[in-house]
């Protein structure tokens, strides 16, 4: 008998269920004819590469678990015919899976519960306390799903053709025009009467629905400043006096210069609020439930797997108790780097993209790309160096208020709300770009974040270049190396390592370059023999918790 059933391997090794689907997965493994008495060990220690005996199997998937992703017991006797045909079984029922689904995700994306469509319909908008447009988008979309693509057509619907369209498009890289030059060939080639939008505008305006548009916010050329709040209607920069729009000359009838005819901003940075996607993570009940992963099913052994198993991630437990105490509440990392978006090489282009990552989910989900969040995206041609905390001030605004006064959230795998509350643990970077993002000078004779003002460098005379010495302070106190004089500088080495400085200390350094503001980097005299340590304050400080943590910045080489 093969067990089909394959569910129990993805259950916590203490759950009743994993342990009697180990012994049915005994039974059959055992029961082959030509076994003998030992047989590979799938157990996430062996991964079938030792063979062993029926009790030595049984207590190590019960010890260290079976490898999940061994769903063919291919090693073990399975035919892989007998797979092929419970596949194909599998395939005939796909088509209301793949609806049941599609249904599920409608609810998600609109944070409604099932049990809403399962009364009268129309009873229920008029009961809902969602805003009418949003009740009558949900309810638009759904006739779309159950809107077949053209008559007698049972595969597909017209809203999940588009989705499996776009998902086509982002994969593959399409452009606008080649999709909708797609798009008017397959309308011509369904069927007459077929359901498909006649163009590419009104295909993107039912798959926008389901989306969380991104805010638009006009900046300084020289990156100084946004035009958001209090400047949401100023012309000029209050820094450096630059203007806001391009200049296009035209010449009126009476043959005169008009200039900037049409306002168009000189640059524009896109924000991606980050509350409505923290609150969209919880709207699916599988993924509200991972989120509680690092809480729940995590194992707690001493090794490490997780940031939640570093010394950091326990140290802010300890540190703020209140936060800690529920695991749904969000822990993210910060990463942020330029690129260039054009394949040609030769072009010197840098946007900036600033991803977000979700610390809660297990390892194996957190790092994918359909789990890191896009939250801000600044414009080229340059990037924008230290001056980048410009940018940073919508995130931080809501970091902060994530922080102070939560926002209230319904958690699908549990079916009620919670006040949800975000936290920023770290950033992710590789050395120019921590210099950006922390303010520290990274570069000259004090260049390393760690070693502080104990930094040893000495310049090279032909080169005009620093070289970093005193690596061997770090090696145990009696290591030969230490007192070793001919293959390093001469000198034997008996300092201790630079103590690590603690937030504290960082910020008592800082006051230096408290008047320095978002967008403005330190000035220095040229007279000046020694430059400052920082370049600036970072924004992150403003952050009530930042100068707590233990590890603020993190190294990517």
Wanted: with cysteine.
């Amino acid at each position: 008998m093969v067990y089909k059933n394959r569910e129990w391997m993805q259950f916590k090794k203490a759950d009743p269920r994993y342990r009697i689907g180990v012994k049915q997965f005994l039974e059959f493994a055992f029961s082959q004819n030509d076994v003998d008495d030992v047989v590979p060990c799938p157990c996430m220690k062996c991964n079938n590469e030792r063979k062993k005996g029926r009790v030595e199997i049984e207590l190590d998937l019960i010890k260290h678990g079976i490898v999940k992703s061994y769903t063919r017991w291919l090693r073990h006797g399975e035919n892989s015919e007998e797979w092929t045909t419970h596949e194909n079984n599998i395939d005939a029922s796909n088509e209301y899976i793949e609806h049941a689904s599609m249904f599920e995700m409608l609810h998600d994306a609109f944070g409604r519960s099932r049990e809403k469509d399962t009364n009268d319909g129309e009873a229920n908008i008029g009961e809902s306390s969602d805003p009418i447009e949003l009740v009558n988008s949900f309810y638009k979309l759904m006739g779309d799903l159950e809107l077949e693509l053209y008559l007698g057509c049972k595969k597909f619907s017209k809203l999940s053709f588009l989705l499996k369209l776009f998902h086509i498009k982002c994969l593959g890289g399409i452009s606008d025009k080649s999709m909708a030059m797609l798009l008017e060939l397959l309308k011509d080639a369904l069927p007459e009467g077929n359901t498909l939008p006649d163009s590419y505008y009104d295909a993107q305006k039912i798959i926008k629905t389901l989306s969380l548009e991104p805010k638009r916010i006009d900046a300084c050329p020289n990156d100084c400043m946004l035009f958001w709040k209090e400047h949401a209607n100023a012309d000029e920069c209050v820094h450096c006096n630059s203007c806001r729009w391009k200049k296009k000359e035209q010449s009126d009838a009476s043959g005169t210069l008009n200039s900037m005819v049409r306002k168009i901003p000189c640059k524009t940075m896109r924000y991606f609020p980050l509350i409505p996607r923290l609150q969209r993570i919880y709207m699916s009940s599988k993924t509200a439930s991972s989120m509680r992963w690092h809480h729940d099913e995590r194992e707690d052994d001493g090794a490490m797997r997780h940031p939640a198993d570093s010394k950091a991630w326990k140290t802010f437990d300890e540190l703020y108790p209140s936060f800690s105490s529920d695991p749904r509440n969000v822990r993210l990392g910060l990463a942020g780097d330029g690129f260039s978006p054009f394949r040609n090489g030769h072009v010197t282009h840098s946007t900036w993209p600033v991803i977000l990552i979700p610390y809660n989910l297990p390892p194996w989900l957190c790092m994918k790309q359909h789990s890191l969040i896009l939250s801000t995206l600044v414009p080229g041609p340059k990037g924008p160096k230290d001056k980048v905390d410009v940018y940073l001030q919508p995130l931080i605004e809501e970091l902060k208020f994530l922080w102070e006064v939560g926002v209230e959230t319904y958690d699908a795998s549990k079916k009620k709300n919670f006040r949800m509350f975000a936290s920023l643990l770290w950033t992710i970077s590789d050395f120019p770009a921590y210099g950006d993002l922390s303010g520290w000078r990274t570069a000259g004779a004090f260049a390393c974040p760690s070693c502080n003002n104990n930094t040893c460098s000495y310049r090279l005379r032909k080169g005009s270049k620093h070289c970093y010495m005193g690596h061997r302070r770090f090696l145990p106190s009696r290591h030969k190396w230490r007192y070793d004089r001919t293959n390093f500088d001469g000198k034997e080495e008996l300092r201790t390592p630079p103590n690590v400085l603690s937030g504290n200390e960082v910020v008592d350094q800082l006051v230096s370059a408290e008047g320095v503001t978002a967008g403005a980097s330190m000035s220095t005299s040229k007279k000046r023999k020694r430059k400052p340590l920082w370049r600036k304050k970072s924004i992150f400080f403003e952050l009530p918790y930042w100068s707590t943590l233990l590890i603020r910045h993190n190294l990517d080489v």
